[in-house]
């Protein structure tokens, strides 16, 4: 993928130039949480271009889970303010983060093992679901009439990863990557602005992981919206982000694109661990 020159914000963010006219999908301002006399993150600070694909990482342990947390409201912020698009996140709960605009992927997959494949899709199909508790319980025409699109729809989501043939399956049973593309494809089904995706390639072998590098982007052009992605394989992250910003000990210490943050000095510390001055003397 070529690289994507990033640009100025008034916020003193950076996004890709494409994205300059459009308001942030998302922007951080002194983010930050304390766990007791802890300090997990703080002065979190990131903007998001409204088609971006950005990606967050960082050593194990640097927080990037519990920055994924906060946005979508698992954990409150300490401080610091979450903008979605034109919104304020302060006092909203995760329901209502997913109905404004943003859906998430886990670590750990979390799917409805004994409930079919289609019927995952749909759970995310909630937030579109427009007929009223009457037209559910009574079985009008309008209660037909949502379920048939929503079924539609759900079959053309399943169809990005060409999964449409698992539609009836239990989701238990599909192998690691399947269920790993089935959880990215109930949360476009909320109908998000921005995918936070949390280590989408974990368990993936080096082919399934190319497809997925392909599905992202397909995704972003497919629906216009902005992806950031926790990942560990740098492979993945160089070559589909197109700003990244890099956290360690709840705080970031470097944004910019792909190849700023390769030959960043303090990210190569970060990861690799600083010699001390005996060792550059054993070494020399």
């Not at 304390?34 to 271009?49: C, K, S, T, W, Y």
């Not at 799917?111 to 199909?125: A, R």
Request: hydrophobic share 40%; with cysteine; proline share 5%.
């Amino acid at each position: 993928m070529a690289e994507s020159k990033l640009v100025p914000v008034p916020s003193r963010g950076m996004v890709p130039e494409r994205d300059v006219s459009d308001r942030p999908v998302l922007e951080t301002l002194h983010l930050g949480v304390d766990f007791g006399g802890l300090v997990a993150v703080d002065e979190f600070n990131m903007v998001i271009g409204k088609t971006e694909i950005a990606g967050l990482i960082g050593p194990n342990g640097a927080g990037k889970t519990t920055v994924f947390n906060l946005l979508t409201k698992v954990y409150q912020p300490t401080r610091g303010t979450i903008l979605l698009g034109d919104k304020d996140t302060s006092g909203m709960n995760t329901s209502q983060v997913c109905k404004a605009g943003m859906a998430r992927t886990f670590q750990n997959i979390r799917l409805f093992n004994d409930m079919t494949v289609i019927e995952n899709v749909l759970v995310g199909h909630h937030n579109s679901i427009a007929y009223h508790t009457p037209n559910a319980i009574f079985r009008l025409p309008s209660f037909w009439r949502e379920e048939k699109e929503a079924r539609k729809r759900a079959l053309e989501l399943l169809s990005i990863f060409n999964m449409e043939d698992t539609a009836e399956a239990k989701a238990g049973s599909l192998p690691y990557g399947a269920q790993r593309r089935l959880e990215i494809v109930r949360a476009l089904a909320t109908n998000p602005t921005i995918l936070l995706l949390d280590e989408p390639a974990a368990g993936m072998n080096p082919t399934e992981t190319a497809e997925l590098m392909e599905n992202i982007v397909k995704i972003r052009d497919t629906f216009n919206i902005a992806i950031l992605l926790i990942e560990h394989d740098m492979r993945l992250v160089m070559g589909i982000c197109e700003g990244i910003a890099v956290l360690n000990y709840g705080k970031i210490i470097a944004k910019g694109t792909p190849e700023e943050i390769k030959s960043n000095p303090l990210v190569i510390d970060a990861y690799l661990g600083k010699k001390d001055d005996d060792e550059v003397e054993d070494d020399a």
